[in-house]
């Protein structure tokens, strides 16, 4: 029996979008990183190119990590206390970005200002010359008067900054265009609302394609399949044509599949699922492989080892 | 769907003496406003107007042409006329998609117009009928339709340049055929993989009813849910066009979002308007 052809044709395109900008370009950072581009269903080359396969951001926090399991602290646990040096070591690993968390001005977690928020942007833009990501606090008032900042001071670096939401999205869209920066446009697990907050920044002036669309992440065995399915549906539609959904996307794998209790809980308590050394890597790379296939542009990771697993399993998919 | 803008037709008195006076700037106008409520292709009839209709067609669509890059339909019952419009107007606008608007089914029509629509490069509509007239029913709409869609792939044209149209004819004076024309609709699909696309003449279902409007757009959604892909209609119409992207949203044709109205034209790089009247 023959086999049918199945390849598609696709009339929509994803939409390129460069993070960092190099000395020439304004900026101070050693090279930049381009997501997205694809002309078809993720690593179908039948049906369209991948010109920009996926970047891995890894994560930095401006503050001292509560709580991340002993294979984290092994790798970052003399230089947590520090971001410009957790930077330098995420750079060393071999990251494509910075993911820098600005956890510290969280009200309730140190509460910093702005100023010293911006210093540890700065130093963490001095310490590596990476391109970087940068999101406040996840407290609106709070990022409002934060991100701004950031984005003043980090003028010219064309930094992805986190981010815009349904309610909350005029400040850091202002601030954004003001100062030349990329946005992530979040909307937790709602396809359509994922449209609609692409809509409300777009009414401000910013242009769609400057976006990267964040749908939330979920982790292997809690709910991944549902992000999954918002993932393949956006991307369908904005393959079908539909240029508001037309963004790369960005999934925060690392934070999701280090909460849960299959990668953080010690040897002691679960003898018979392997050494947590390998057992909370692997919980992270198979998250974020699965993930992949169903459309991701930036993954935001953690382990050292899981960025190898994952980066091999992209390089043997986009292989021709 | 794609959408034909109806309203450059020589029926209405003022294109009709826009023509003949040769005054573009009524016809400009007029395809403005179907460009701005979302038109995708500019539908073309000289209608009766007085004088060379070949040399009215040709006019007509270099006047519209300055306004817009997008596809003109070149519309006309008269087999003989598009004959001689069609590579006139090709000639004068080399890189413009065109359509052929329209041929029926008959030998008699197909031998003049399909070979032009080959040698032009044009998209061609094709109606559910022949030399004996509209059907009256289902069956003859699909043996018409067959036949045309045969005749048009030996001559060449690909399968998406081929439009068939299964003829819409006013509810007050036919109200059994509207559900002919969506049964037709439905059963031509299958007639060839991947099927031809299916357009209606819209305003026609409502011709001389005093509730024209509220009748179009009803109608435009049942066909939409049949397989519709395309249809002549007003453009202008908010109404009309709203309940269209409803209709295509409830399809899943268009990814839903609370302003998905807004998101339609922002593909289409058309400006926000305000919203229709409480939809």
Known sequence: MPIPDATQTWSGRINPVTLGATPAEGGTRGRTVTLGGEAGIAFLSSDGETPHPPAIALDVLDTTPVGWPEPLREVYGDVWSEPAGWARRAADLGADLINLRLLGTHPDEGDRPPEAAVETVQAVLEAVDLPLVVWGCDVPAKDQAVMPKVAEATRGENCLLGAVTETDYRTLAAAAQAYGHKLIALAPCDINKSKQVNILVSDTGYPLTNLVIYPTTAALGYGMEYVYSILERGRLAALAGDRVMAQPVILDVGYEAWRTKEARTGDEAAEVWGPIGRRGPAWEAVTAAVLLQGSADLLVLRHPEAMQAVRQTIGELTAT | ?279
């Open chain 2, 1 to 279: 769907m794609i959408v034909f803008s109806e309203r450059i037709n020589g029926m209405y008195r003022d294109v009709r003496s826009a023509i003949v006076e040769r005054n573009p700037e009524v016809i400009q106008d007029l395809a403005e406003q179907q460009l701005a409520g979302g038109a995708d292709v500019m539908d073309l009839n000289v209608g009766p107007a007085k004088g060379d209709a070949v040399e009215h067609f040709v006019w007509l669509a270099r006047t519209v042409h300055e306004v817009t890059d997008k596809p003109l339909s070149l519309d006309s019952a008269k087999a003989d006329l598009l004959v001689q419009v069609v590579p006139r107007v090709r000639d004068a606008l080399p890189d413009t998609k065109l359509v052929i608007n329209s041929c029926t089914a008959a030998p008699s029509y197909m031998e003049k117009l399909l070979p032009v629509a080959t040698s032009c490069g044009a998209a061609i509509i094709g109606l559910t009928m022949d030399q004996e007239g509209v059907p009256g029913n289902v069956e003859k709409r699909i043996e018409c339709g067959a036949t045309f869609i045969m005749t048009a792939l030996e001559h060449g044209i690909p399968i998406d340049a081929i439009y068939i149209d299964p003829i819409v004819l006013p509810v007050n004076a036919a109200f059994k055929q509207q559900q002919f024309v969506i049964e037709a609709i439905r059963q031509l699909s299958i007639v060839n993989d991947p099927p031809p696309k299916f357009i209606v003449g819209l305003s026609n279902v409502s011709q001389k009813c005093r509730m024209n409007r509220l009748l179009n757009r009803t109608f435009l959604v049942m066909c939409l849910a049949a397989g519709l892909d395309a249809a002549i209609v007003d453009a202008a119409d908010d109404e009309l066009i709203a309940a269209m992207i409803s209709a295509e949203v409830l399809l899943g044709k268009e990814l839903y979002s609370d302003d998905y109205i807004k998101a339609w034209r922002m593909q289409r790089g058309l400006p926000a308007q305000v919203e229709p009247a409480q939809v």
